[in-house]
């Protein structure tokens, strides 16, 4: 395959990046890529691991030359990444995200990102528990969405070529309004992950049940609310607090349906619940339908949809 970019920086190098670093190398879609991360011991790793062909701790040096640009880093630390590489960029190169919250990282850092540079915040929606440039893997992307926010008068051709790109990871690509795109994703991914933290939360902050039964008696619900319940707690800090309004909402509209379900259990009304869990089984067919997932009995099972390396 012919590559597509004469140098990619990929900024950060976590699952995400160093799933992209993987990608990169296998399909050829760089004739060099260049991985910058702030950490001494992650940038040694990577190397170690040969997820690229440059490497160094300065994201400014790193994109230096680039033609496209992917930050892969906590929500939070958006502005400061945008702020270092500004006056480094090359005239015309492309810059994206992997961000999980749009609304926040585009407010960080478009503001710094010079007129000749093509600004495209984007988010795959793809990814583990795992973190780190171990984390990484090929294939990661195959089936999944990526989720373009692009600003108003962004260029075409310049969004067409990132979107070839993700394409040719197997990625489907849509376009959102940033804030449309915060509030999808409040409901399909950081509810969830909250309930999650939470659940395991509770089951560990209780005294009337040890911590050896918690794991050893763990029904497969709960072994899968531990899985999510994994993931990178600096990612998810950010994710909070930079999404906030639309999580809020989610999380008061999810209170609300609970207290529903308790007053439902309480009163015996077991016409409410036994409706309320029919329509949640018809959601979860039209999942299966959309191939976001497989019809495969057993939580916790190895996701056919998940490569592992």
Known sequence: MTAQFDRIALIGIGLIGSSLAHDIKRLGLAKEVVIATRSADTLKRAEELQLGDCYTTSSAEAVKDADLIIVSVP?????????????????????????????????????????????????????????????????????????????????ETALKTLRHFWETLGSKVDEMDPEHHDKVLAIVSHLPHLIAYNIVGTADDL??????????????????????????????????????????????????????????????EGDKIFDLFTRTRAVRRSIIQAGQDVDAPDFGRPHPLDKKP
């Not at 969405?145 to 962004?154: D, E, K, M, S, V």
């Open 75 to 155: 929500v939070g630390a958006s502005e400061s990444v945008a702020k270092e590489i500004a006056s480094s960029l090359k005239p015309g190169a492309i810059v994206t995200d992997v961000g999980s919250t749009k609304a926040s990282v585009i407010a960080q850092m478009a503001p710094h990102m010079p007129e000749n540079v093509h600004f495209i915040p984007g988010h795959p929606l793809a990814g583990t528990e795992k973190s780190g440039p171990d984390a990484g893997f090929p294939g990661l992307f195959e089936g999944r969405w990526c989720i373009f926010t692009p600003l108003a008068g962004t260029d």
């Open 207 to 268: 005294e009337t049940v040890t911590e050896s039964e918690v794991i050893k008696y763990s029904a497969s619900g709960f072994r899968d609310f531990t899985r999510l319940a994994a993931s990178d707690p600096t990612m998810w800090r950010d994710v909070c607090l930079h999404n906030k309004d639309a999580i809020l909402e989610m999380l008061a509209r999810f209170s609300e349906d609970l207290a529903y379900l308790q007053r439902a259990i309480r009163w015996g």
